[in-house]
T-cell receptor, first 113, second 114 residues
């Protein structure tokens, strides 16, 4: 079965500090991987996705993620946190077949001024 | 271009009633998926429609149903509402629904059952 594990339901960083949100997936074959962000009272916005092209994926708002097959990880990073990055972040996986996302439980990011 | 539009944004219903939620996908998108988001269960897949056909269904009781119209607009219906159905219901659309595509989500309908 497909699943993702997000380590740390709450992460706090200082403004300007590195953001690192962790995501590990379980799959027998490399799946499609996604990071979404959700602001309060909003839907989900796609940050970036891995579809087996490049292992380092760059997304919007300065975020990037690296696919590491050996570690079954797809961690999200941003070199310098901004106050506007405070939100809930979800890692998700999809298989080659089937059309549903399997979402992690989410990580709430707080940015301290 | 316009994004995914969900109506209404907020809804309050009484236990036992039924409710219909609407989703208008991005123009040209033929795949529409529905998700339920709750604090306890997180984001869970309800169903996916493509060209008016249900292609995939999550593990929800038969009280949850949906349909898609020829213009790709979709509705989901929940009958005999229970308190546990209180949630944010998210609709997402994609051009083809392929696994490698990132769906575009709407802002959701917040359903409260009292």
């Amino acid at each position: 079965a497909q699943s993702v594990t997000q380590l740390g339901s709450h992460v706090s960083v200082s403004e300007g500090a590195l953001v690192l949100l962790r995501c590990n997936y379980s799959s027998s074959v490399p799946p499609y991987l996604f990071w979404y962000v959700q602001y309060p009272n909003q839907g989900l916005q796609l940050l970036l996705k891995y579809t087996s092209a490049a292992t380092l994926v760059k997304g919007i708002n300065g975020f990037e993620a690296e696919f590491k097959k050996s570690e079954t990880s797809f961690h999200l990073t941003k070199p310098s946190a901004h106050m506007s990055d405070a939100a809930e972040y979800f890692c998700a996986v999809r298989r080659n077949t089937g059309n549903q996302f399997y979402f992690g439980t989410g990580t709430s990011l707080t940015v301290i001024p | 271009k316009a994004g995914v539009t969900q109506t209404p944004r907020y809804l309050i219903k009484t236990r036992g009633q039924q409710v219909t939620l609407s989703c208008s996908p991005i123009s040209g998108h033929r795949s529409v998926s529905w998700y339920q988001q709750t604090p306890g269960q997180g984001l869970q897949f309800l169903f996916e429609y493509f060209s008016e056909t249900q292609r995939n269904k999550g593990n929800f009781p038969g009280r949850f149903s949906g349909r898609q119209f020829s213009n790709s607009r979709s509705e989901m219906n929940v009958s005999t509402l229970e308190l546990g159905d209180s949630a944010l219901y998210l609709c997402a659309s994609s051009a083809t629904g392929g696994a490698g595509y990132g769906y575009t989500f709407g802002s959701g309908t917040r359903l409260t059952v009292v």
